[in-house]
Nanobody, 122 residues
């Protein structure tokens, strides 16, 4: 059974940091790119960090320089380090996986986690 399980969300003050984890099982993790998406109420799900199977990364301008995605293939886990958090970062954060290459559209991903809430208070 394929599973992606996010953890690490919570409530943090603006300017603070959080680290999210995405633990994967049930598929060949080393062959998959993993991305983090977020969705705020009333908004579309948006990609915010991607890492390919070989470690290449991509970030949109909204989080570049503040967020860092990394992966530990030995643990089948992807991390998202979020620094200098802003109120506009408040959303449900999801991890998703697809084979090999990075993609920015949610529709291009095969597997999804259940999401974890991140709330940034101003």
């Amino acid at each position: 059974e394929v599973q992606l399980v996010e953890s690490g969300g919570g409530l943090v003050q603006a300017g603070g940091s959080l680290r999210l984890s995405c633990a994967a099982s049930g598929f060949m993790f080393d062959d998959y790119a993993v991305s983090w998406f977020r969705q705020a109420p009333g908004e579309e799900r948006k990609g915010i960090a991607c890492i390919s199977n070989d470690g290449s990364t991509y970030y949109p301008d909204s989080v570049k320089g503040r967020f860092t995605i990394s992966r530990d293939n030995a643990k089948n886990t992807v991390y998202l380090q979020m620094n200098t958090l802003k109120s506009e970062d408040t959303a449900v954060y999801f991890c998703a996986a697809r084979r090999i290459t990075i993609a920015t559209m949610a529709s291009e991903y095969d597997y999804w986690g259940q999401g974890t809430q991140v709330t940034v208070s101003s």
